[in-house]
């Protein structure tokens, strides 16, 4: 029960096919500091902070794709989701940036 609330607390929807929606040409951003970023990540992601993802809005509608958004524990990520669907952007949160690890990306 608590670990369900807090997926949908940090925007983790259940059930979401992770593989289906990288396979379908999904952006990936991690939206840590720069300095978090440089640390470890995920090949397959792009860095976009948190702070600028709301004026990357146009430019990341432009390309008309899917996003997976992470950080080092989904609540950044969980922020990041809420703005992208905010401003239709169809965008899932997988939590910690090392949960892609498990998908071919």
Excluded at 36 to 45: I, L, Q, V
Aim: charged share 20%.
């Amino acid at each position: 029960m608590a670990m369900g609330f807090l997926r949908s607390l940090f925007g983790m929807g259940p059930g979401v096919d992770f593989q289906l929606v990288i396979n379908n040409g999904a952006l990936i951003y991690d939206v840590r500091s720069a300095a978090e970023f440089e640390s470890g990540h995920n090949p397959g992601s792009k860095n976009l902070p948190l702070e600028k993802v709301k004026y990357q809005i146009t430019k990341i509608k432009k390309l008309n794709k899917p996003v997976i958004v992470c950080c080092k524990s989904g609540a950044r990520s969980g922020q990041a989701k809420s703005i992208l669907k905010e401003n239709n952007i169809e965008a899932y949160n997988i939590g910690r940036w090392q949960n892609l690890n498990k998908y071919e990306v």
